[in-house]
T-cell receptor
Framework: AQRVTQPEKLLSVFKGAPVELKCNYS??????LFWYVQYSRQRLQLLLR??SRESIKGFTADLNKGETSFHLKKPFAQEEDSAMYYCALQEAGNMLTFGGGTRLMVKP | KAGVTQTPRYLIKTRGQQVTLSCSPISGHRSVSWYQQTPGQGLQFLFEYFSETQRNKGNFPGRFSGRQFSNSRSEMNVSTLELGDSALYLC?????????????FGEGSRLTVL
C-alpha cells in the first residue's frame, strides 16, 4: 500500500504566485515527515522536516494529523524554486518512504 | 567533508549480465541505504546497512543484493540484469544508526540495460 502520495506530478506557476505541493500519508503511528528537493543536476537533499517547524528558503510545511497531510507551501514562488520535490515518511524502525515526487516549474 | 561518492557514475550493460555499484559514505557515517529511482516508480527503497549488517530490505527480488564493509563502504549487486533494471541507483548515508535525521545522497549511478 502506498504510504506517501503526491497527487500532482507537475505543478506550474508564475513567479510571485503562491505554491502548494500536496502530500498525503498513510501511517497509524506518530509520523516523522520530510520534504526533500532535487534541483537540476544536483543531489537529492533535505529541504525541511516537520519536527523542526522551520522555514527554509521561504518554504513551510505543517503536519495535519487529522487530514494526514504534510503540504509544502511558499507564498511567493521564485524561478530558482524550480525542482523536483519529494515528500518522505519516516516510519519507526524503518527507512524513509518517498512519494512519487512533484516537479515544480516556476515560469518568469 | 567529502560527500557521498558513488562509482561508476554511468554504465551500460546487456540483459543477463551482472553489475556491482559502489558507495562511499560521508566520513563517520555508519548507515548506508540504497534507492532505485525511475521516472515511473519514483524512489524505491532497496536496502539499508548499518555496521556491516542489513537492517532493512525493500520489496525487490533476490537478484538485488548488497553488503557493507568494515569501513562503512557499501556495494550493491544486481545479477541477471533485466531491461526494467535500468534506473538511477542512489546511495545515501546517515550519521547514526537511529532512524531519525537527515539522509545524505550521492549523485547516483545511472545503469542502462540493453
Amino acid at each position: 500500500a502506498q504510504r506517501v502520495t503526491q497527487p500532482e506530478k507537475l505543478l506550474s506557476v508564475f513567479k510571485g504566485a503562491p505554491v502548494e505541493l500536496k502530500c498525503n500519508y498513510s501511517y497509524s503511528g506518530s509520523p516523522e515527515l520530510f520534504w526533500y528537493v532535487q534541483y537540476s543536476r544536483q543531489r537529492l537533499q533535505l529541504l525541511l522536516r516537520h519536527i523542526s517547524r522551520e522555514s527554509i528558503k521561504g518554504f513551510t510545511a505543517d503536519l495535519n494529523k487529522g487530514e494526514t497531510s504534510f503540504h509544502l507551501k511558499k507564498p511567493f514562488a521564485q524561478e530558482e524554486d524550480s525542482a523536483m520535490y519529494y515528500c518522505a515518511l519516516q516510519e519507526a524502525g524503518n527507512m524513509l518512504t518517498f512519494g512519487g515526487g512533484t516537479r515544480l516549474m516556476v515560469k518568469p | 567533508k567529502a560527500g557521498v561518492t558513488q562509482t561508476p557514475r554511468y554504465l551500460i550493460k546487456t540483459r543477463g549480465q551482472q553489475v556491482t555499484l559502489s558507495c562511499s559514505p560521508i566520513s563517520g557515517h555508519r548507515s548506508v541505504s540504497w534507492y532505485q529511482q525511475t521516472p515511473g516508480q519514483g524512489l524505491q527503497f532497496l536496502f539499508e546497512y548499518f555496521s556491516e549488517t542489513q537492517r532493512n530490505k525493500g520489496n525487490f527480488p533476490g537478484r538485488f543484493s548488497g553488503r557493507q564493509f568494515s569501513n562503512s563502504r557499501s556495494e550493491m549487486n544486481v545479477s541477471t540484469l533485466e531491461l526494467g533494471d535500468s534506473a538511477l541507483y542512489l546511495c545515501a548515508s546517515r550519521r547514526s544508526g537511529e532512524y531519525t535525521g537527515e539522509l545524505f545522497f550521492g549523485e547516483g549511478s545511472r545503469l542502462t540495460v540493453l
